[in-house]
T-cell receptor, first 111, second 114 residues
Framework: DTAVSQTPKYLVTQMGNDKSIKCEQNLGHDTMYWYKQDSKKFLKIMFSYNNKELIINETVPNRFSPKSPDKAHLNLHINSLELGDSAVYFC??????????FGPGTRLTVL | AQSVTQLDSQVPVFEEAPVELRCNYSSSVSVYLFWYVQYPNQGLQLLLKYLSGSTLVKGINGFEAEFNKSQTSFHLRKPSVHISDTAEYFCAVTTTGGGNKLTFGTGTQLKVEL
C-alpha cells in the first residue's frame, strides 16, 4: 500500500495555464505539507495543514492555493503558471514533530 | 527559526571506503534531526532520525549518525560504501515543541566510484 501518493507524476504545460496536483495519505497523520524542490535540488516548504487547517504559508505567491478537503488529502492548485514554477513538488505527511513521509513527487515543466 | 547547513555539496568516494557527510544545525529550542536519501528521479526516503535518548542512531543501509549538542552537529557516517549508495543526502530539522515544519539543508551529492 502506498503511504503518500501524488498525481500526476509528470505535468507539462504552457505558461499561463492553471493546473492541479493531488495528494493522498493513508497513514492517519494529522499534518500534510507541500514542498518545492528546485533545479538545484533545494527543498523548501510551501504549505502545511494540520487537520484541514492551514498553519504554514511560506511566502508563496497567491497563484498557489492549497486545499484540504479532509485530513487525508491535500491538493495544490496553481493559477497562471510561470516558467519559474518548473520544479518537483513533493507532498508529505507526518505527526507533529515527527519525520515526514514523502510522496514520489510531481515533476512540473512549464513551457 | 531553525536552519541547517550541509557544508559539502559533493562528496566523491571510492567503493568500500568510509564516508562522513556533515550537517550542522541552528535552533533556539530543542530539535529533532533527520537524514533523508533521494535516489535519482525518486522521492525522499528516511535514513535515520534522532528524537531523544542515545546520541548515536543507526539507520537503514548501514548508515549511522551522531547527535552532538555542544557542536550542534548531526554528521552521517557509513564505514564502507557501495555503488548503490550514490544519491543525494539531505539533513533536516524540526522543533520538539510540536512544530510542523521540516527545514532541510541544501543536500550533499554522494558519488561512489569503483
Amino acid at each position: 500500500d502506498t503511504a503518500v501518493s501524488q498525481t500526476p507524476k509528470y505535468l507539462v504545460t504552457q505558461m499561463g495555464n492553471d493546473k492541479s496536483i493531488k495528494c493522498e495519505q493513508n497513514l492517519g497523520h494529522d499534518t500534510m505539507y507541500w514542498y518545492k524542490q528546485d533545479s538545484k535540488k533545494f527543498l523548501k516548504i510551501m504549505f502545511s495543514y494540520n487537520n484541514k487547517e492551514l498553519i504554514i504559508n511560506e511566502t508563496v505567491p497567491n497563484r498557489f492555493s492549497p486545499k484540504s478537503p479532509d485530513k487525508a488529502h491535500l491538493n495544490l492548485h496553481i493559477n497562471s503558471l510561470e516558467l519559474g514554477d518548473s520544479a518537483v513538488y513533493f507532498c508529505a505527511s507526518s505527526q507533529p514533530g515527527q519525520e515526514g513521509f514523502f510522496g514520489p513527487g510531481t515533476r512540473l515543466t512549464v513551457l | 527559526a531553525q536552519s541547517v547547513t550541509q557544508l559539502d555539496s559533493q562528496v566523491p568516494v571510492f567503493e568500500e571506503a568510509p564516508v562522513e557527510l556533515r550537517c550542522n544545525y541552528s535552533s533556539s529550542v530543542s530539535v529533532y534531526l533527520f537524514w533523508y536519501v533521494q535516489y535519482p528521479n525518486q522521492g525522499l526516503q528516511l535514513l535515520l532520525k534522532y528524537l531523544s535518548g542515545s546520541t548515536l542512531v543507526k539507520g537503514i543501509n548501514g548508515f549511522e549518525a551522531e547527535f552532538n549538542k555542544s557542536q550542534t552537529s548531526f554528521h552521517l557516517r557509513k564505514p564502507s560504501v557501495h555503488i548503490s549508495d550514490t544519491a543525494e543526502y539531505f539533513c533536516a530539522v524540526t522543533t520538539t515543541g510540536g512544530g510542523n515544519k521540516l527545514t532541510f539543508g541544501t543536500g550533499t551529492q554522494l558519488k561512489v566510484e569503483l
